[in-house]
C-alpha cells in the first residue's frame, strides 16, 4: 500500500511539473491516458532514483561536500531526464525538452511530493 501512495504522490507531482513548466509535457487523447501516463512515469522515475541515484551519490560524494549538496539538484534533474528518455523509449508520451525545464521539474517534483508528504499521514519517511 505504501507504494503506492508514493506512485501516487509522485505522478501528482509530476502532473504540477507540466502544468508549471512550459518545456515538460505529457499528451494524451483523454485525461484518463494522461493519467496513466503519468503513474508509468512515476514508476520510472521511482526505479531510476531507486537504482541510479545511489549509485551517484557514492560515486560523486565529494562534489556533494564540496557544493554543499547543490549537485543533488543537478543529479535530479539528470535522472527526470533520464526518466524522460525511457518514456519515450517505451512510447509513454512524456517529454522533457531539456536541462533547464528538467532542472526546474526536478526542483517542483521535489517540493510538492515533500508537501504531499506533509499533509499524508502514515508516511513515516
Request: glycine share 10%; proline share 3%.
Amino acid at each position: 500500500m505504501r507504494i503506492l501512495l508514493k506512485i501516487g504522490v509522485t505522478a501528482v507531482a509530476l502532473w504540477v511539473a507540466t502544468l508549471l513548466v512550459h518545456d515538460i509535457t505529457v499528451s494524451g487523447d483523454t485525461a484518463g491516458r494522461r493519467a496513466l501516463t503519468l503513474v508509468g512515469v512515476a514508476i520510472i522515475f521511482g526505479v531510476v532514483n531507486a537504482v541510479i541515484k545511489p549509485i551517484v551519490k557514492t560515486l560523486g560524494c565529494a562534489f556533494y561536500i564540496l557544493t554543499l549538496g547543490l549537485i543533488g539538484l543537478v543529479v535530479n534533474a539528470l535522472l527526470l531526464l533520464l526518466t524522460s528518455e525511457i518514456a519515450d523509449k517505451l512510447d509513454l508520451p512524456f517529454h522533457v525538452a531539456g536541462f533547464w525545464p528538467a532542472f526546474w521539474g526536478a526542483i517542483v517534483v521535489g517540493v510538492v511530493s515533500w508537501l504531499l508528504h506533509i499533509f499524508i499521514p502514515g508516511d513515516d519517511d
